[in-house]
């Protein structure tokens, strides 16, 4: 884990495309390089899947209502490059991610997220992605919303009379089922082994503090009437009010930006 805080007046944005630069780091839509601490990376972006919309009107996008908006504009996208990290080079040959964004004024209350683009069977289209979250509403947590938009076999339960009751979450897991998708049951389940998380601090814009935790190697089972599709690298993230037990949090306290980069041992 590494980290580096950079005050907003050495942010660079563009508010026309994807242009993003920020103490050494760079984003454009076919290519992201920086360098943090010890660790760097010079990849290529390129392919891809059209975008994956978690809220389902434009309105939604560019009101106040939700405080939170997420967005999954280039899913299946395909790297090529290296990593560097600690010295040691990685090269990065056709691996299979994803650009995701999420911006807003309100982080949520708790939530679980979770994305899954490397299947067992190979299939190089399919992808799914959603959450289950607690926002704040008139102060207070609401009841679980959930999320879930996918393709191969193309689903979107993200109108508003999908939010609630579909979602289950809990340290190590995230179940969504519904009585039927396109006339068919349905569920997606992600899984872990609560040792494969990275712990981070998460600071809400207030400036209160949630843990956040994020492993690369969730199972996933994922079925739609009598078919099922599965994977043992889905990304599944989970924010909650207080720290898990037996692990880790980065950056350890007393940590200050000021300072320099942040990298655990």
Not at 208 to 214: D, F, P, Q, V
């Amino acid at each position: 884990v590494a980290k580096r805080e950079v005050p907003w007046s050495e942010v660079v944005v563009d508010p026309e495309r994807i242009a993003f630069d920020a103490g050494g780091v760079s984003l454009r839509p076919d290519r992201a390089t920086g360098t943090i601490a010890d660790l760097s990376w010079d990849l290529a972006l390129s392919g891809g899947l059209p975008p994956l919309f978690h809220l389902p009107h434009v309105w939604m996008y560019e009101a106040g209502f939700p405080k939170k908006k997420a967005l999954t504009p280039a899913p299946n996208l395909v790297f090529d490059g290296e990593l560097r990290v600690a010295g040691e080079v990685w090269p990065v040959a056709r691996w299979v991610g994803l650009r995701g964004h999420n911006w807003g004024t309100e982080h949520a209350h708790t939530y679980a997220y979770g994305s899954c683009n490397l299947w067992d069977d190979g299939d190089p289209d399919r992808t799914v992605d959603g959450f289950t979250v607690k926002v704040k509403l008139g102060g207070r947590p609401s009841p679980w919303l959930t999320v879930v938009v996918g393709r191969r076999p193309e689903i979107r339960r993200n109108r508003l009379r999908h939010w609630l009751g579909a979602g289950e979450v809990s340290t190590d897991a995230w179940v969504v089922r519904w009585p039927g998708v396109h006339r068919r049951r349905a569920s997606l389940e992600m899984r872990c082994d609560p040792s494969t998380y990275a712990g981070l601090r998460y600071l809400h814009p207030d400036g209160r503090e949630s843990y956040c935790y994020n492993t690369k190697f969730a199972d996933v089972r994922w079925s739609v009437g009598s078919e099922t599709w599965t994977s043992r690298c889905g990304e599944l993230e989970v924010l909650v009010p207080e720290p898990l037990p037996q692990i880790p949090l980065h950056p350890t306290p007393g940590w200050d930006g000021r300072e320099g980069d942040y990298r655990s041992e």
